[in-house]
Structures are given as structure tokens and as C-alpha cells.
């Protein structure tokens, strides 16, 4: 499998997705850096790997469950004690729709 | 006396504090004395809390005296990595993005070490948000190696290392997700343990990568680590990770014999480049395990050797979903630039984060996306299964595993930072470990040719944190390299003085 290497449009793609301001010398340092890792990853490739179980988890926990209880949690005042911006008990952000 | 406390191991001083020969006080005035002397030199600490300190050892002081029955680390000062949350202190995880957020709670070890008698000294230095593997990462400041102040700790954990090796504190908690505590323990030549992932809880912890991270002791010895991890382990209702499983009492592992015990190493450790003075030592540490009656067998882990590619696929996608909450909204730094919610975001995060952590969120965000999904992160899963496998094999022929920490001893400041794939390439050995969920402890196996200390990893099965204890106690026992120390010149300019 061959894998694309990754530019400047796809990094400012990936950028985006993250919601991720970046320079552009950024852009051009990160590519590369990018790249090599990429290349790198294509270690995997010499595995082989048809039919293994995907492991996303090392527990055999599953489905972890409690008591449908009310617990104490934080309080409004807690809860927005750290908020850059608030107003009236709420989380304060720029405009959502243009 | 006074002087030594600081130097005192865990055990020791919460012996004399229970049984009342010395103050808790009189303790947290003397790491609080070796901290004001030697962080000029070293930096181990982000913030020292010695109010904090003085009152949390005044206040336990006061209720022995009335009598109350002393907690297993009763007086026991404890350094805490900038990421477990702490009810009312400033918790930045060694990002300036969450620069200003006071925690409102406790993490789970943290009230679980207020509850067996510890004294919080304060929070140690990391990479920002625990990638990197030399704390040159963190947002605040460089950490120096107490053996020599030009090269790093180690990370992402290195103040917490560098803090017990310079007799800053006797113990530290720090966190491993692929080798954070493991590698710069071996740096700095002190005992971490990476417990089996779900044997200590994380609540409170800031999450870099959830299937990998577990947090887990420092100390400068096996006993030690025994005591931290017994104090902080066990199942939390608060972490739906956390194991259902009891806490055995690790101190009864100590001083125990290991003859006819079989130890495998495994035959990829010596084809991975290893410094010579690493590979040195850590043969002359498999003839100290034999002398002690081990067996030293020859494992395979055929696999290993894809554990690099499959953890950055794996830790970064998952700390690219983690770090999406970091947006300036709820909690510490919000940019002022932006018109609109997204340009604010942006601001916020291009501003808030440091250069690898952004590369980071940008390769997990990459290996998740559509299109690359199936190349990267589904056959990183794939591989994570192989690698498990392969212990799971080892584990059918001997007890424990054993393998260097690092393939190389404390590297220079500024050496490695400018090219990420070989700093990545350095967590070899660890970093199989995270992935197959296993405890495994670093310790001192001996010295390189310029008097750093090399480490030497045992691991053992999940949830058999015991096997290890055993192992590495008998192996301190039998080697006592962990008693020889740093040697700090604290200049005169830098005497304790009111901090």
C-alpha cells in the first residue's frame, strides 16, 4: 500500500480539523517532520495483519455500569470558576453564527 | 539531625513520625531547605507549596499528638507531576494554554494520599501535556539531571525524577503512557513503577492518551515505590478503567529470595542499537540476577520492534480527541483574537499550545481522519494485538521480563529536540509495555563509563505488581546501587534563604 506524502494543503487540512491555528513556517516545519513520522508508520506494513483482532482496550472490562443515583457534582459557581468569559451563569464564547 | 531528614527513605519517616521521634514539620522543613538550595540548579519544581506544606505537616502533627492512628505515609513528603489535580491549586499539566485554572477538586491518588498521611510539597515539571521524553517540552522551563546538570532528566516525568533524585522529596507520583515514568527514573537513577493499567485510578489525571496512561510512584528504592503503590492503588468507581481487583500488601514482596525464579530477556533488546556503556550494564545486571539464583532465560518478542510506529498511531490519535477540550472556553487561556467561535478556537490553540504537542494533535488528527483511518489506526490496533500476544507467549516461560529502560544513558540539553522521529525512536522499550498494559518498574542496573546511571526495566504480567517488588528488591539487595547518589554542588549564592 502506497501512502500519499503529506503537504502543505493536507497539513493545513488536518489543521483545520483540529481547529489548530498555525504559521506558515509552521505549515512548512510540521509537513516535513509529518512526512518522516508517515514514512516511518510504513513499518507496520511488514506485519502481517490480515485477520488479527483490532485491541482497543488491554482490560476485559466492558460496559462498565452504577446505580442510575444523583451524586454530587460541581456547583454552578465551581463549575465556571475557571471560565475565561461568563455572564449570567454562563459560559460566555465569541459569535456562533455570522 | 535535621539536615538528613530529607534524606530519610518514605519508610523510615513515617516509622519516626508515628511513633512521634521527629514532626512531620520538622521533615517538610527539610525537603522545603534542600528545595530552596538546589532548584536554581536543577528546576525540578514548577510550584513549591510551602505554606501548604508546612500546615498539611502542622495539622497532622497536632492530631497524632491527640492521638489519632497514623496513615502508612504518615508525614511522608510527596512531590505531585504538574498533571493530577489538586482541590484549589493552580494544575497546568506544564501548558501555558491552561495557565490560571485552579483545580476544584482532587484527583483520586491525591485524596487517597491526604487520607494515609502524606505532605504535598508541590508540582514538579514535565513536557507540556507528557509528550516528550526529556522535559525540554514543558511550557515553563527546562528540569537538569542531578547527575549532570548539562543533560536532561528524562520525561515526560522529569521533574518528579529529578526532585527525588536531588533529595528533594523521598517519593514523587508521576504518569506513564510510554515510558514517562520508566525512562527518566532511569535517567535520573531512581526507582518508577508504571503500575498494570488499571490498577491505579486517574481520576483527576489530565488525559494524554486513555488506553495508554497510568499513573505511578518515584522513589529511591523498591521499598518505597512499594509503600506509594500500595497507598494509591485500587478499584474507583470514578474511573470506569479502574480494575475490580484487591490490593495485596506490596511491602510482603520485599526482601525476598528469587533463587530458581525464571527471568526472560528477549533476543530484539541487543539488535536495537543500545549504547555501549547500557548494554554493559545491563549484562553485568543479568550475572547480579544469576549470582542471586535466577534463571536468565532467552525470550522472543518478534514483534517489538513495530511498537514505535504502533504507539504514535495510537497515543496521538487518541490524545488529538483528548486535547480537543482545551478550546478557551470552560477553563484557562482564551485568545482575544477571532470574530467569530472557530477563529477564537484557533487563536486560542495555536497560542496556547507548545510545537510538539501541536505536531502531536496533528499526526492523531491525520491517522483518524477519513481516507487514512484504515492505514493507520485500525492496523495500529491490529499490531497492539500482535505485540500483547508476544508477551503473553514470554510470560508461558518465565516470571518477568527483563530489558534495558533506554537505549541510551541521560543525553545533552538541546541534543535531540530539533528532530522528533529520534526522539521517538528512543522509547523502544517502554513503550511495548503501555501497549500491552503491563506493570513494569525501572531501576539502577549499574553505571556508563561517565558515572550515569543505566536503567534496567522488570515486567511482569498484569496485575502481578508483586513478581516485580520481589525481583527488583532482591536485585537492590544484592547490587546496592541505589545508594550511591548525585553529588550537587550548591553554591554559596544559593544557601537556603527565606523562600
New interface residues.
Given amino acids: 500500500?502506497t501512502?500519499k506524502k503529506?503537504g502543505p494543503s493536507?497539513?493545513e487540512?488536518?489543521?483545520r480539523?483540529?481547529?489548530?491555528?498555525?504559521?506558515a513556517e509552521?505549515k512548512e516545519k510540521?509537513g516535513r517532520?509529518?512526512n518522516?513520522?508517515?514514512l516511518?508508520?510504513?513499518?507496520?506494513d511488514?506485519?502481517p495483519?490480515e485477520g488479527?483482532?483490532?485491541?482497543?482496550?488491554?482490560?476485559p472490562?466492558q460496559n462498565?455500569m452504577?446505580d442510575d443515583t444523583p451524586r454530587p457534582g460541581?456547583e454552578q459557581k465551581?463549575?465556571l470558576?475557571?471560565?475565561?468569559?461568563k455572564r449570567d451563569g454562563f459560559?460566555k464564547?465569541?459569535?456562533?453564527i455570522? | 539531625m535535621n539536615a538528613k531528614l530529607n534524606e530519610l527513605t518514605a519508610r523510615e519517616t513515617a516509622g519516626l513520625v508515628a511513633r512521634r521521634e521527629i514532626s512531620a514539620l520538622e521533615v517538610a522543613e527539610a525537603c522545603l531547605s534542600r528545595i530552596a538550595a538546589v532548584e536554581p540548579l536543577v528546576g525540578s519544581f514548577l510550584r513549591v507549596d510551602g505554606e501548604g506544606a508546612r500546615a498539611m505537616a502542622a495539622d497532622l502533627d497536632r492530631r497524632l499528638a491527640a492521638g489519632e492512628e497514623p496513615g502508612p505515609l504518615c508525614g511522608v513528603p510527596v512531590a505531585l507531576k504538574d498533571l493530577l489535580c489538586v482541590k484549589g491549586w493552580e494544575v497546568t499539566c506544564g501548558s501555558k494554554i491552561l495557565k490560571g485554572f485552579f483545580s476544584p477538586y482532587d484527583a483520586t491518588v491525591v485524596r487517597k494520599l491526604r487520607a494515609a498521611g502524606a505532605v504535598f510539597l508541590g508540582q514538579t515539571n514535565m513536557d507540556e501535556f507528557a509528550m516528550g521524553s526529556s522535559t525540554e517540552n514543558s511550557g515553563y522551563q527546562i528540569t537538569r539531571n542531578p547527575w549532570d546538570l548539562d543533560r536532561v532528566p528524562g520525561g515526560s516525568s522529569g521533574g518528579s525524577a529529578a526532585a527525588v533524585a536531588a533529595a528533594e522529596a523521598p517519593v514523587a507520583l508521576g504518569s506513564d503512557t510510554g515510558g514517562s515514568i520508566r525512562q527518566p527514573a532511569a535517567f535520573c537513577g531512581v526507582a518508577g513503577m508504571k503500575p498494570t493499567y488499571g490498577r491505579v485510578s486517574r481520576y483527576g489525571l489530565v488525559a494524554y492518551a486513555s488506553s495508554l496512561d497510568q499513573i505511578g510512584p518515584f522513589a529511591r528504592d523498591v521499598g518505597d515505590v512499594a509503600l506509594l503503590l500500595e497507598a494509591i492503588s485500587g478499584h474507583d468507581p470514578l474511573d470506569s478503567t479502574s480494575a475490580p481487583i484487591p490490593v495485596p500488601a506490596y511491602r510482603d514482596s520485599l526482601g525476598r529470595e528469587i533463587a530458581g525464579m525464571k527471568l526472560g530477556v528477549p533476543r530484539q533488546c541487543f539488535a536495537a542499537g543500545l549504547e555501549e556503556g547500557v548494554e554493559r550494564a545491563f549484562r553485568e545486571s543479568l550475572e547480579i540476577f544469576r549470582g542471586l539464583g535466577a534463571e536468565i532465560i532467552e525470550i522472543d518478542l518478534p514483534r517489538i520492534p513495530h511498537s514505535v510506529a504502533c504507539y504514535y498511531i495510537i497515543s496521538t490519535a487518541e490524545a488529538s480527541s483528548n486535547l480537543a477540550r482545551f478550546d478557551g472556553v470552560q477553563y484557562g487561556y482564551r485568545s482575544p483574537a477571532g470574530e467569530n467561535l472557530v477563529e477564537m478556537y484557533e487563536a486560542t490553540r495555536r497560542d496556547g499550545f507548545g510545537e510538539e504537542v501541536k505536531r502531536r494533535i496533528l499526526l492523531g488528527t491525520y491517522v483518524l481522519s477519513s481516507g487514512y483511518y484504515d492505514a493507520y489506526y485500525a492496523r495500529a490496533l491490529q499490531a497492539r494485538r500482535l505485540i500483547k500476544d508476544d508477551f503473553d507467549k514470554a510470560f508461558e516461560r518465565c516470571e518477568c521480563v527483563l530489558m534495558p529502560t533506554s537505549p541510551t544513558t541521560a543525553f545533552e540539553i538541546g541534543s535531540r529536540i530539533a528532530d522528533p522521529l529520534r526522539m521517538y525512536l528512543s522509547d523502544l522499550f517502554t513503550i511495548a509495555v503501555n501497549l500491552a498494559g503491563l506493570p513494569a518498574i525501572s531501576i539502577t542496573g549499574g553505571f556508563d563509563a561517565s558515572g550515569l546511571p543505566v536503567g534496567i526495566q522488570v515486567i511482569a504480567p498484569p496485575f502481578e505488581e508483586e513478581k516485580i517488588i520481589r525481583t527488583a528488591s532482591a536485585f537492590e539487595a544484592g547490587a546496592g546501587f541505589q545508594d550511591r547518589k548525585p553529588v550537587l554542588s550548591v553554591p554559596p549564592a544559593a544557601a537556603p534563604g527565606p523562600s
Avoid: T
Fill in positions: 500500500m501512502k503529506i493536507d497539513i487540512a488536518v489543521a480539523l483540529a481547529r489548530l491555528g498555525l504559521s509552521e510540521f517532520q509529518l518522516d513520522v508517515l516511518y508508520m510504513e513499518k507496520l511488514g506485519l495483519l488479527v483482532e483490532p485491541l482497543s482496550h488491554v482490560l472490562l462498565v452504577r460541581l465551581q463549575a470558576a475557571n471560565a475565561p468569559e459560559f464564547v465569541p459569535p456562533v455570522e
